[in-house]
């Protein structure tokens, strides 16, 4: 049983870098054919796909977001971390990590997701 955990702060200054890990068990992020993502609702809004890597450390990134985020990962460590530079209220959401599978992308594994909120 695959399972994901995000960790970071749960506050961060508006014009700072938010940084999240996502730690994932009983599966590694380098097994063929799987990408991991992140993924994030605002308060009231729907879900929005931010990025993802792939098993051979490839990124992919929404057009949207793609000048303020990066995604990277620790294999040792088995987690992937997700980067979102200039943050703005705008930005307070719960982030949730998950894996893709399949070439459909299909989000079989979530995160219970953390809540992020941008305040000064």
């Known amino acids: 049983q695959v399972q994901l955990q995000e960790s970071g702060p749960g506050l961060v200054k508006p014009s700072q870098t938010l940084s999240l890990t996502c730690t994932v068990s009983?599966?590694?992020?380098?097994?063929?054919?799987?990408?991991w993502s992140w993924i994030r609702q605002p308060p009231g809004k729907g879900l929005e796909w931010m990025g993802a890597?792939?098993?051979?450390?490839?990124?992919y990134y929404s057009p949207s977001l793609n000048s303020r985020t990066s995604i990277s990962r620790d294999t040792s460590k088995n987690q992937f971390t997700l980067q979102l530079s200039s943050v703005t209220p705008e930005d307070s959401a719960v982030y949730y990590c998950a894996r893709l599978s399949g070439s459909s992308w299909y989000k079989d594994y979530w995160g219970q997701g953390t809540q992020v909120t941008v305040s000064s």
């Open positions: 890597i792939g098993y051979s450390g490839s990124t």
């Open positions: 009983g599966g590694s992020i380098t097994t063929n054919y799987y990408y």
